[in-house]
């Protein structure tokens, strides 16, 4: 059933903050009515679960979540309980945090474990963050599971914020070569052409190839966008295949500067997810398969898959990603100077500040 948060006024005139259980606003308000109340606000706090709500969810956005870890993390480790804590969060959040936050402490309260609960929701709490916590619970440091935790968002979300700044650049120059190309094409050329045509010159060989496009673009120019459109459309029925995700995350691979770059933020996010999951507790193995689940790269999920195989006969993780070429040799030669050692989250967590 869902929750209503509400502001209300006694017979004494005091004004009352608290939370409200009820099929719907309107009924909400009739059980304040009785309770000799008078409503001031009536607002829904628990996401909703209706029909509609399949089609129109609403996710919570990702600095969000770093907010609600980190103060989460802060709480847990000054030593309030856990309900105490997210009933905090749920009352100073407005947003959609703030309802997922109230259908986390009504399930907490029920009886369910926090890592149960967060898996509820899959769609705002990766399997990464909840395998976290749950190590945390098994584990019993689940304050320093969450401290690790917000750490590690927290870096992602200035990673996130640095190649999105990088990209900017890049993509004005692109998109700007492609106006002016469209410009010239379609307005400057024909210009050009009724000037010569006017000189009555004979024109150089590229010249006329360059009008004989412009001509082409001008008149057929609805032609062109269907090509263009129906080239998308190929492509992304392409990519949902297992075949062509694999060719296409393969290629952007091979880009000159772009796939470099791809390939560095792919392997910081490795390293870095690895890191921490180990850290935590989590076996190898099941780090290997979580992880490989959580990259968005075709290429690296096969190999991770693969490498997760070898692991299982018995293979060391160095050993079994050294045979793909997409693992620059510093990454294994480091993860086998980790295994020997005992430290290998330590060294994987070098290993995600130096590829960022």
């Known amino acids: 059933m869902p929750i209503f948060k509400y502001t209300a006024k006694n017979k004494r005139g005091e004004s009352i903050k608290g939370k409200v259980e009820a099929a719907s ?6 059980t304040l009515f009785e309770r000799d109340l008078f409503v001031i606000d009536v607002s829904s706090l628990g996401q909703e679960t209706g029909f509609f709500s399949k089609f129109f969810k609403a996710k919570v956005k990702f600095v969000e979540l770093v907010n609600f870890t980190r103060q989460l993390a802060t709480m847990i ?3 309030l309980p856990l309900a105490n804590a997210l009933s905090i969060l749920e009352e100073e959040s407005e947003s959609e945090m703030g309802k997922l936050t109230a259908n986390l402490l009504k399930d907490v309260e029920s009886g369910l474990s926090f890592s149960d609960a967060l898996q ?3 769609d705002n709490f990766s399997r990464i963050y909840t395998q976290l916590v749950k190590a945390g619970e098994a584990g019993g440091v689940l304050d320093e599971v969450l401290e690790r935790l917000a750490i590690t968002l927290e870096k992602d979300k200035d990673f996130k914020a640095k190649t999105k ?3 900017i650049y890049p993509v004005i120059i692109l998109v700007a070569m492609v106006v002016v190309m469209v410009v010239m094409m379609v307005a400057v050329i024909p210009k050009l052409t009724e000037m010569y045509t006017d000189f009555d010159a004979e024109l150089p060989g590229m010249t006329r190839v360059f009008i004989g496009i412009s001509d082409f673009m001008v008149e057929f120019w609805w032609m062109m966008l269907g ?11 392409y990519k949902k295949t297992k075949k062509g995700e694999l060719a296409i995350d393969r290629w952007i691979l091979r880009l000159p500067i772009l796939g470099k770059m791809r390939q560095k933020i792919i392997l910081t996010d490795f390293t870095r997810t690895l890191s921490l999951l180990l850290g935590a507790g989590v076996s190898l193995l099941e780090a290997i398969n979580i992880v490989a689940n959580a990259i968005d790269n075709a290429v690296y999920r096969q190999e991770l898959d693969e490498a997760a195989k070898q692991v299982e006969r018995g293979t060391s993780l160095s050993m079994s990603i050294s045979r793909y070429e997409d693992f620059p040799p510093i990454l294994h030669q480091m993860m086998s100077v980790g295994e020997e050692t005992g430290k290998l989250d330590e060294i994987l967590a070098k290993l995600s500040e130096y590829f960022e």
């Open 120 to 122: 509820k929701y899959p």
């Open 165 to 167: 700044s990088a990209m």
């Open 25 to 30: 606003k309107m009924q909400a308000v009739s």
């Open 227 to 237: 090509i263009v459109l129906a080239a998308l459309a190929v492509l992304r029925s």
């Open 77 to 79: 480790n000054a030593g």
